[in-house]
C-alpha cells in the first residue's frame, strides 16, 4: 500500500529539489528524508515530538517505535499556521489525516495557505465502504460548515458517540469478493462506551481521536465541488486514484492555483473528476463483474448448444430424407418383384394348362 501510494505522488509531484511537509506519517512516512544517499527537503508534523510519539505508541504492536520520524513541528492544539510559523512548502503530504481533522475546511485553508502558488496538496483518504465506518453515513457539506463558523477544534459528540457504537470489525478484501456477512461483520464498541465518551466530551472537551468526516470519492469531490462555488477556497484537482479493487482508500492531489483570475472558479470546478460508473457502483462491481461473465459464458454456450442442436436436426432431416429414399427403392423393388413373380407364375400356369390339355 506504502508503495502504491509513493508511485502515484510521484505521478503528481516531483519531490526531489522541492521542499515537502508531511502531516502524521509516524513510522511510515510517504516521503523518506533520504533516498540512496540523496537527501531531500521534507519536514515532518505532528501532535506530539518524537520522544512523546514513542511513548505513546510503546505499547502499540502495529508501530515500530524504533522508525518513527524526528518531529520537525509540533502541532498538539491543530493550529498549523502556528506551528510552522513563516515556512511554505511546494507540496504537502497527508494520509488517513483529512478524516480526523474537527474542522476540515480550516484545516484545508490553512494548508493552502502554506503551500506556494502551482503547490500540491497530497490527500490519501479512506474510503468508507471498505473501512469500519462502512455503517455510518456520509459526512454532509453543511456539517463541514457548521464545524467551521462555529470553529471547532475538537471532535464533536456525534462523531464521538457514532463511532465508539457504529464502526465494524470489516475485512476490505472481504467486501470486495463479496463475501461479507453478519457473522465476520463485527461491532468494535459498545453502546455502553459510546454514551460514556459522549458525555465525557460534552462535560469535559475531551478530545477523541475519532474519525470525523466520513467519505467516498464521490463524497469527497462534491464538498471540493462546494467550497469552490461558495469562494471558500479554490484548488484545482491535479491528480485522483479511485478505490482500487482490493483496497480500502482513493488519493487525490489539490493544486494551488498559480494566479486569481476571472475564470478561476470554472477552472477548479472542470477539473473536479467525473467518476465512472463502477466508482458508484462499488464495491459491488466485482460481483457485477462476475454475474456479466457468467452471463456471457451462458450466452455463449447456450449459443453453442443451439448450433450443435440445429446442426443434428439438419443431419436428422438429411438421415430422415435417405431413410424416406431407401423405402420408396425398397417398395418399388418389392413391387417390380411382386410384378415379375406374378408374371412368371402366370406363364408357369398357362404351360402346365397346355401340357394338360395335351395329354387328355
Known amino acids: 500500500m506504502t508503495e502504491s501510494r509513493r508511485a502515484f505522488l510521484h505521478e503528481l ?59 520537525d513541528f509540533i502541532c498538539p ?49 479512506p474510503d468508507k465502504r471498505f473501512t469500519f465506518d462502512i455503517q455510518r453515513p456520509l459526512t454532509t457539506f453543511g456539517q463541514m460548515v457548521e464545524a467551521y463558523l462555529n470553529k471547532r477544534s475538537i471532535p464533536p459528540v456525534s462523531a464521538v458517540y457514532d463511532q465508539f457504537s457504529s464502526a465494524m470489525s470489516v475485512d476490505g478484501g ?20 459510546a454514551w460514556a465518551a459522549a458525555q465525557n466530551v460534552h462535560a469535559n472537551q475531551a478530545y477523541y481521536d475519532v474519525h470525523v468526516s466520513i467519505f467516498t470519492p464521490w463524497s469527497f469531490f462534491e464538498v471540493i465541488r462546494k467550497l469552490i462555488q461558495n469562494d471558500i477556497l479554490y484548488c484545482q484537482v491535479g491528480g485522483f486514484s479511485d478505490t482500487q479493487p482490493g483496497q480500502i482508500e482513493f488519493m487525490a492531489g489539490l493544486k494551488k492555483p498559480e494566479a486569481v483570475t476571472d475564470a ?18 462499488a464495491p459491488f462491481m466485482p460481483q457485477v463483474r462476475s454475474l456479466s461473465e457468467s452471463y456471457h459464458k451462458l450466452t455463449a454456450t447456450l449459443t453453442e448448444t443451439n448450433e450443435l442442436l440445429h446442426k443434428a436436426n439438419f443431419s436428422l432431416a438429411q438421415e430422415r430424407e435417405r431413410s424416406e429414399h431407401i423405402h420408396d427403392l425398397l417398395r418399388k423393388a418389392n413391387a417390380e418383384k411382386e410384378a415379375i413373380f406374378r408374371s412368371r407364375s402366370l406363364r408357369l400356369a398357362r404351360r402346365l394348362s397346355r401340357y394338360l390339355n395335351f395329354w387328355r
Open 77 to 125: 492544539d491543530g493550529d498549523i499556521l502556528k506551528a510552522v510559523g513563516d515556512q511554505t512548502f511546494d507540496y504537502i503530504v497527508a494520509s488517513h489525516v483529512v478524516e480526523h481533522v474537527p474542522n476540515p475546511i480550516q484545516w484545508l485553508k490553512d494548508l493552502f495557505q502554506i503551500l506556494n502558488p502551482g503547490g500540491m496538496l497530497f490527500l490519501v483518504v
Open 264 to 281: 478561476l472558479a470554472d477552472t477548479c470546478i472542470a477539473s473536479i473528476p467525473r467518476l465512472p460508473f463502477e466508482s458508484f457502483m
Open 13 to 71: 509531484v516531483d519531490i526531489d529539489g522541492r521542499t515537502g511537509l508531511e502531516i502524521g506519517p509516524l513510522d511510515r512516512p510517504l516521503v523518506e528524508p533520504a533516498v540512496e544517499g540523496k537527501e531531500r527537503k521534507i519536514s515532518y508534523l505532528d501532535h506530539l515530538s518524537t520522544k512523546g510519539l514513542r511513548q505513546k505508541y510503546g505499547a502499540d504492536a502495529s508501530v515500530d517505535t524504533d522508525k518513527i520520524v524526528e518531529v
Open 174 to 193: 472481504g467486501v470486495w469478493a463479496g463475501s461479507m456477512n453478519s457473522e465476520n461483520v463485527l461491532p468494535m464498541g459498545t453502546s455502553t462506551d
